[in-house]
């Protein structure tokens, strides 16, 4: 049985603290999608840790975590990690598989995406810089390097050929950065990969599921960053949703049970593209200041909202989530009035659908006020311990959404979690 856990916004919805909680009832956790644009953090003991590429089971014991065949693989990343994980005492060597058909950033990788970025000016996506989209370009090109071809004899010369293409392109950027540093980073990496479990995905987690085993699919980035259902162009590279857990690990769609999707109880994006929600004003400093919205893996500052539902029910609706586990409770505790956002205005017309291209579209919010709580929940355990108008904040989205939120996150805290 496979359960999924994604993010419903646009990334940065608490994944790795909820994977890092729901982790000990699970044999395995695999990433699916995404790579080292992905940034994590769950707290083990009072220290804080940031995952890129590994999966956020990964302090919890005994537990088997797998970078799927739908990741792209920077190999500096996973090193500088995999030695920050071992610093916990954990034994790579136990817990953690690298699929074999798993793509490969290269140094090359990442200069064309700084050069496409450049190149864009003020169009530009706000990529992470982590070579995430030219990565994903060469595999569905049918160019790109996977981490099964490292034990191939002939890896240095392909490496080379691709290089070559890459420079190219890199030429006709203009783009006339030394890169020769990061390429010494990448082999020295590579070398230490070698040593890692490199395993073949697909039958290792069919494997597992024939043994009874349960996993936990970890998703990274958010469902409107979705490359076919997101706000595209400004998007990542990778299915995000459910949909992309059958390719990005090989299981069969009837092994999924359920779909636990992700949520701030406000919202937040980081990078460009469209917002509607988003305050431009002292209300989005409060939550940014509150929330402490800055990014896991880039360090900017994230821009700040109210709650989407209309972009919450496309969510649900195209992921099929079965549950709503929503996070930051906590960061609204001090906020006289909350907005939800109910539907849009585009043109006069209002609409509860997601329109073809949000960004080009003038998009006003309706919304509907709620009274805040001004109550401290950080100590909250139970449901019952929480006050009314937060029951009454969280009841209106379950009717809304016609989904459940079965899980409210009241802190960072591994113990600040309350379950419904
Ligand atoms: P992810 O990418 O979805 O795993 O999320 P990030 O780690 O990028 O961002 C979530 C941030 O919120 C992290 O700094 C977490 O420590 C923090 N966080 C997670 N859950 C809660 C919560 O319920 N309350 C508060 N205040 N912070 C939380
Ligand atoms: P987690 O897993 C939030 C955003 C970038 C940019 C767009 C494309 O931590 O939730 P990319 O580097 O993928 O080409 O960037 O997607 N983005 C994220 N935003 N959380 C993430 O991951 C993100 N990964 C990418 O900011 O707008
Ligand atoms: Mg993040």
């Known amino acids: 049985m496979v359960d999924v856990l994604l993010g419903l916004q646009w990334g940065d919805e608490g994944k790795g603290k909820i994977v890092d909680y729901f982790a000990k009832d699970y044999d395995v956790v695999a990433r699916f999608q995404g790579g080292p644009n992905a940034g994590h953090t769950l707290y083990v003991g009072d220290k804080k840790v940031v995952l890129h590429q590994i999966p956020s089971g990964v302090f919890q014991k005994n537990k088997l975590n797998l970078i799927g065949n739908g990741v792209v693989l920077d190999p500096v990343t996973l090193k500088r990690e995999c030695d920050t994980v071992a610093g916990f005492g954990v034994d790579l060597k136990q817990n953690l598989f690298i699929a074999e058909r798993t793509h490969l950033i290269l140094p090359t990788h990442r200069a064309l995406d700084k050069a496409a970025e450049l190149s864009k000016g003020n169009q530009k996506i706000g990529s992470t810089l982590k070579g995430i989209a030219p990565a994903y370009m060469d595999k569905t090109g049918r160019n790109g390097l996977r981490v099964g071809d490292l034990l191939d004899k002939n890896f240095t010369t392909a490496y080379i050929k691709l290089r070559l293409k890459h420079q190219r392109l890199l030429d006709n950027f203009s783009f006339d950065e030394d890169i020769t540093g990061w390429e010494e980073e990448f082999f020295d990496a590579l070398e230490f990969l070698k040593q890692l479990n490199i395993v073949n995905g697909e039958y290792f987690i069919n494997e597992q599921l024939k043994n009874g085993k349960r996993i936990l699919a970890e998703g990274a980035q958010g469902s409107m960053l979705d490359i076919d259902f997101g706000t595209f162009p400004f998007v990542t590279s990778s299915n995000t949703i459910s949909a992309g857990v059958c390719s990005g690990l090989g299981v069969a769609p009837q092994t999924i049970r359920d779909v636990i999707g992700v949520t701030k109880a406000y919202c937040t994006r980081v990078g460009s593209g469209p917002f509607p929600t988003e305050l431009e004003n002292a209300t989005g400093e ?135």
């Open 286 to 420: 409060e939550l940014r200041k509150i929330g402490n919205e800055f990014g896991a893996t880039t360090g900017r500052p994230r821009r700040c909202g109210w709650i989407d539902l209309v972009a919450l029910q496309f969510a649900c609706m195209i992921n099929g989530v079965t549950k709503i586990v929503m996070t930051k409770a906590d960061v609204l505790d001090s906020f006289s009035e909350l907005e939800v956002c109910t539907s849009y205005r585009v043109n006069g017309k209002e609409t509860k659908q997601i329109p073809f291209r949000l960004d080009r579209l003038p998009i006003e919010p309706v919304y509907k006020q709620f009274p805040g709580w001004n109550t401290n929940t950080t100590s909250a355990k139970t449901f019952g311990d929480l006050p009314q108008t937060m029951k009454t904040y969280v009841e209106f989205i379950n009717n809304y959404l016609g989904v459940k939120v079965n899980f409210i996150s009241n802190g960072p805290g591994r113990d600040q979690i309350i379950t419904i």
